[in-house]
């Protein structure tokens, strides 16, 4: 079994942790909780969406939010752009890095972003040339691609479909995203197989929400395949306003202390990302939704 010696990870924290949330964050609030995971050693981070405020009201203080942050060099802030509009609104801001999210599954399409899966394509691809264009990456997320709230069980097939069309258009990596925490490590390998007709390795990152309980698990399982990148939530916050009952993605701490374990370099300090998940997590009025934070702070209590 040959394990990556290194892996990439990206802190979703701010946008798919955040806008899962009721209560209003303020800027500052976002910004602090930016500043902390940099400080802690992320070298990526997802900070905000420029998605319809009607849609998600959370993320409306996108801009205030990125021009906020204080940039530090070699990371990598990145967004997401449903459409030429976000994307004109997003330009502004200066991302490294735009994301375009699609599906898998035509329910959920039809239910996060009000199109078919053909139509998100054509909507992505003028912003996929125009990012392009102006020198700022481009990732693809793909939600579903194990199983959806609507349609059930998600063949490999529909993930290829979509990582073929993400290609066509021009997008650079995919996000193999399990939105609803559904899947285990076999069914995590086909969907990753699936997406590996499209794209190599090195191109492919893991997202994966652990709603029931298995990120971990699929992460390893990832791994064994090579997968370096992957997509993780300080304190485990987050969840899609449009998959009821998903909750948050693997918490970052977790993965840490896991590849940590395991002699895989993050680059990361964990007790920072500790105090970073703590922060926000004290914001939000509970303790941090990770087994290894939970842990630390019991033993820093102690
Ligand atoms: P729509 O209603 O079909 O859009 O929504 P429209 O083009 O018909 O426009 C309707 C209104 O929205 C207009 O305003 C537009 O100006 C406005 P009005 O005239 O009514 O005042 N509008 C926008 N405003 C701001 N920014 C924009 C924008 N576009 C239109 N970019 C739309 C289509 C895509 C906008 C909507 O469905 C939407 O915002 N969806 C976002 C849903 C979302 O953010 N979901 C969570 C993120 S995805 C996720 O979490 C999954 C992921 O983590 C991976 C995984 O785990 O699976 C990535
Ligand atoms: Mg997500």
């Known amino acids: ?55 998600v009201p959370q993320m409306a203080d996108n801009a205030e939010v990125m021009a906020g942050i204080q940039r530090q060099a070699g990371v990598r802030y990145s967004v997401l752009t449903p459409n030429l509009q976000g994307f004109e609104a997003a330009l502004k801001t200066r991302p490294d890095e735009i994301v375009v999210f699609g599906a898998a599954s035509e329910a959920f399409s039809q239910k996060n972003i009000n199109c078919s899966i053909a139509e998100s394509i054509e909507r992505f691809a003028p912003v996929v040339q125009a990012a392009l264009a102006a020198g700022i990456a481009v990732r693809g997320a793909m939600s579903c691609t194990v199983g959806c709230p609507y349609e059930g069980d998600v063949a490999p097939e529909r993930v290829a479909y979509l990582a073929g069309l993400m290609k066509q258009i021009g997008v650079q990596r995919v996000d193999m995203a399990d939105t609803i925490g559904v899947g285990t490590p076999l069914k995590v390998q086909k969907a990753i197989e699936a997406t590996l007709q499209h794209f190599d390795v090195d191109h492919v990152c893991g997202h994966f929400h652990d709603t029931y309980g298995q990120a971990l698990s699929n992460t390893l399982a990832a791994l064994q395949m090579g997968v370096w990148n992957f997509q993780s939530s300080v304190a485990g916050l987050g969840g899609c306003p449009y998959a009821k009952g998903a909750t948050g ?47 630390i702070l019991n033993k820093r209590a102690g």
């Open 1 to 55: 079994m040959s394990l990556p010696s290194r892996v990439q990870l990206i802190d979703v924290g701010p946008r798919d942790g955040l806008q899962n949330e009721k209560q209003p964050v303020p800027a500052a609030v976002k910004i602090a909780l930016v500043h902390r995971l940099q400080a802690a050693g992320l070298t990526e981070i997802e900070v905000t969406s420029f998605v319809s405020p009607k849609w």
């Open 249 to 295: 993605n693997v918490s970052t701490e977790d993965v840490v202390y896991m590849l940590d374990g395991m002699g895989i370099a993050t680059g990361i300090d964990l007790d920072m990302l500790v105090d970073a998940g703590a922060f926000i997590s004290d914001f939000l009025g509970r303790a941090p939704n990770s087994n290894v934070a939970k842990a």
